[in-house]
């Protein structure tokens, strides 16, 4: 069975600095993984997605990620934070056969201070 | 372009009471729905799928029961509300041959 791992509730960094959030995944076979954003109260918002290719993946407002397939990881990241940025912040998977439902993450919540 | 609906934004509901959460999607054509439900804003519980109409997928056993009656609409029902139904529910779809999930803007319950 497929499951993501976030293993920070929370990231604190200062506006103008670089951020990662963290995430590690396990399935069987190659994966297509996702990172997705919530705002209170809101739905969420697709940010990028990995499914083949360049191993460095650009998305929405300026963030990336880069797949590692050795250490089954899918950091995100932005070299800039900005406080608009503050928000929660989910990893996803699900493997490339078969139609099955992503697996979340719980969740990171990422705190831009300015 | 493809958007999804849910109503209501949110909803205050006495235990013991009936619930119906309504998800409509608009601009496509058999997409896979799915319902999850947030807990105090974090993690996301997948509590059932459906592939077609009539097609159901329960992954959580529970108080909660879910309905697709057209192609492009997902219901989620309760026959008895319980304190810990209370939450975020979102509905999300994928189109075929697409792989990310879109959600809904999600509803608001409070069961008091």
């Known amino acids: 069975a497929q499951s993501v791992a976030q293993p920070e509730d929370q990231v604190n960094v200062a506006e103008g600095n670089p951020l990662t959030v963290k995430c590690t995944y396990s399935?069987?076979?190659?994966?297509?993984l996702f990172w997705y954003v919530q705002y209170p109260n809101r739905g969420l918002q697709f940010l990028l997605k990995?499914?083949?290719?360049?191993?460095l993946v650009k998305g929405s407002y300026g963030f990336e990620a880069e797949f590692n397939k050795s250490q089954t990881s899918f950091h995100l990241k932005k070299p800039s934070a900005l406080v608009s940025d503050s928000a929660l912040y989910f990893c996803?998977?699900?493997?490339?056969?078969?139609?099955?439902?992503?697996?979340f993450g719980k969740g990171t919540r990422l705190s831009v201070i300015a | 372009s493809q958007t999804i609906h849910q109503w209501p934004a949110t909803l205050v509901q006495p235990v013991g009471s009936p619930l119906s959460l309504e998800c409509t999607v608009e601009g496509t054509s058999n997409p896979n729905l799915y319902w999850y439900r947030q807990a105090a804003g974090r993690g996301l519980q997948l509590l059932f799928y459906s592939v077609g109409i009539g097609q159901i997928s329960s992954e959580v056993p529970q108080n909660l029961s879910a309905s697709r009656p057209q192609d492009r609409q997902f219901i989620l029902s309760s026959k008895k509300l319980l304190l810990s139904d209370s939450g975020f529910y979102l509905c999300?779809?994928?189109?075929?041959?697409?792989?990310?999930?879109?959600f809904g803007p999600g509803t608001r319950l409070t069961v008091l």
């Open positions: 990995y499914i083949t290719g360049d191993n």
């Open positions: 399935v069987s076979g190659n994966p297509y």
């Open positions: 999300a779809w994928i189109v075929r041959g697409y792989n990310e999930q879109f």
């Open positions: 996803a998977v699900r493997p490339h056969s078969g139609n099955t439902p992503l697996v």
